[in-house]
């Protein structure tokens, strides 16, 4: 059975343009979505937006049939 490949993340600063694509996509967009979108960690990305104080849209948590 063949190995998978390991993926490489970028593990460095966030840049100003990983940031600012963080900001205006969190709050609609699924987080492992965007963490593959930014090359990063998916634990990464949910510690930057809580770091950022960023939330998910109550339209966004209806969607999953979660409430806020």
């Known amino acids: 059975m063949a190995r998978k490949k390991k993926v490489k993340y970028n593990v460095g600063p966030?840049?100003?343009m990983d940031l600012a694509a963080l900001k205006k996509y969190f709050r609609?967009?699924?987080t492992?979505?965007?963490a593959a979108g930014?090359?990063?960690p998916?634990?990464?990305?949910?510690?930057m937006a809580s770091r950022l104080g960023l939330r998910k849209s109550r339209r966004h948590m209806k969607k999953l049939g979660k409430t806020i």
Do not use: D, G, P
């Open 42 to 47: 998916y634990t990464a990305v949910r510690k």
């Open 28 to 30: 609609n967009e699924s």
């Open 32 to 34: 492992r979505k965007l």
């Open 38 to 40: 930014l090359n990063r």
């Open 14 to 16: 966030w840049c100003v």
